[in-house]
């Protein structure tokens, strides 16, 4: 993880000095002083040579000093969790949402393979996968905000601050609307891995001993199909950042994923590169947490 | 002929093929299907409804909202193809390369592998930025982020492939490399690379729309699904339109490759279902 971890360093480190022309002075826009241009230059040590830059930023950022803001003027960090309660409830609650409904249909369709049940199912989830997370936002919130006012339309007035948890509904739309195609991966993952399971000859064998079918699709089937199920989750992490950044835009809400669109449009690069080291980061930790889960889930498997 | 037998057993696939076919006449002919110019303000029928004259309404510059979204199939249809071309070409390259010649493998795998922790759309976003928007930049940008997967496939195959008896033939009976490469390893390979194509086709869609909406996408003045649904936001609930129009011709559209993605798969490559399941 060690190794990765440096060359993702080294990869978000270069997207900077991948700009054509003079970082400082992009930074900066076209208004700026000669001086000004100069002056972000020295305090970012743009004008030292490029390992000297990497090795500066690189300790600082293992000391959790991301550098600053450009247009916050404050350290990247202090802005990153600023806006991360409304980005960590979003993707906690997703996932939530997603494994109770995914896993579930999933085992579903599988087990009843082929029924009408599983071809609605099917349908349901290619549906779901192929619509745009976005247009699906707008129509949830034209639904149910505009037309049933059942919901907020947008916003989220943060619950650490108020302590008032009923702010909690103004993320049931972006909820939903970030669960919808994720879930239906997860259904199409759980149901054809289950079906690749079910041909197993210890399946056959379990059925021919005289277990009830109950005890084989679960105890038999599910178990051993939930490798791949649960090694998909690391993907769906990966999915539901990217995916934050367009419904935060949708419901305007004050998460990290909107604050990478505002910092991409206001150049803000070293905002963007805090957030996509910190992304990359927890997705390998996921992805750790994943592995080591297997031996869990399977005890043929160990590490040693 | 096996090949539409196929579509004709299931019958909602045939219509994913179809509406792909019709589309394709929409981005051939544009100018000869569209009723009106698709940049043409016409401040009097600005948000009109959907009528006899304006298929789809009109938007808030009274353009048309039929004629533009025909034109937009043009622009969706060259971005996605545009990725598909990028991601496979380098895809191939480098894929094969690192799994014919495996002294650069481990750099090569290893740098992929570290791509795939950065969430495909932020990294489009921050590539785009770093461009400057554009159709050739957003498809470099989408490109980039279907690279990683592209490769991780060819890789696999040719790994596979090279163990092959008719490649180890080939190599005892004194073939030279490049036409192991060009003559065996790729024309075997072709089949499951059309099917992870055509679904690179629909998701690259999605992600080229979002952009789009993000307002980091192709430049407004070109009409495309993604601006057009961008554009439209301000006016959900006064002109519903708006969004109704581009937003399902960007889910029919999806849908349809993945239809058709579904019956290749199971028609061209049993085995390889697996490997590709995750995207």
Known sequence: ?304 | MKFFSAFYKRKIALGGLLFIVLLLLFALFSPYIATFDPQEMNPVDKLRSPDGTYYFGTDNFGRDIFSRVVFGARTSLTGSAGVILFSLSIGVLIGVSSGYFRRIEPYLMRLIDVLMAFPPLLLALVLVSILGRGMGNVIIAVGATYLTRTTRIVYGLTLKLREEPYIEAAISSGVKQKWIILKHILPNMMSPLIVQATFTFAFSLLDMAALDFLGLGIPPSIPSWGNMLSEGRMYLTRAPWLLIFPGACIVLTVLSFNLVGDVLRDRLDPHFRRDIEGV
């Open chain 1, 1 to 304: 993880m060690i190794p990765s971890l440096l060359l993702a360093s080294i990869i978000v480190f270069s997207f900077i000095h991948l700009i054509p022309g003079d970082p400082a002075q992009i930074m900066l826009g076209d208004q700026a002083t000669p001086e000004q241009v100069q002056g972000l230059r020295e305090a970012m040590g743009l004008d030292r040579p490029l390992y000297v830059q990497y090795g500066r930023w690189l300790s600082g950022v293992v000391r959790g000093d991301f550098g600053t803001s450009i247009f916050f003027h404050q350290p990247v960090l202090h802005v990153i969790l600023d806006r991360a309660e409304t980005s960590v409830l979003i993707a906690v609650f997703s996932m939530m949402l997603i494994i109770l409904v995914g896993v579930p249909i999933g085992i579903l369709s599988a087990v009843r393979y082929n029924s009408r049940l599983d071809q609605l199912f099917s349908g349901l989830s290619m549906l779901f996968a192929s619509v745009p997370t976005f247009w699906l936002g707008l129509n949830l919130m034209l639904l149910f905000s505009v037309m049933l006012r059942w919901l907020p339309t947008s916003g989220f007035p943060s619950i650490l601050e108020s302590g008032d948890w009923t702010n909690l509904r103004y993320l049931v739309l972006p909820c939903i609307t970030l669960a919808a195609p994720n879930s239906a991966l997860i259904i199409r993952l759980t149901r054809s891995s289950m079906l690749d399971v079910a041909k197993a000859d210890y399946v056959k064998t379990a059925r021919a001993k005289g277990l009830s079918e109950g005890a084989v699709n679960i105890r038999h089937i599910f178990r051993n199909s939930l490798i791949s199920v649960v090694s998909a989750l690391g993907f769906t992490f990966v999915a539901l950042m990217a995916g934050t950044v367009v419904t935060e835009t949708v419901f305007s809400l004050p998460g990290i994923g909107r604050l990478v669109v505002e910092s991409v449009l206001r150049r803000d690069y070293p905002t963007i590169q805090g957030i996509i080291l910190i992304i990359a980061f927890l997705y390998m930790v996921i992805n750790l947490l994943v592995d080591l889960s297997f031996a869990l889930l399977d005890p043929r498997i160990r590490y040693s």
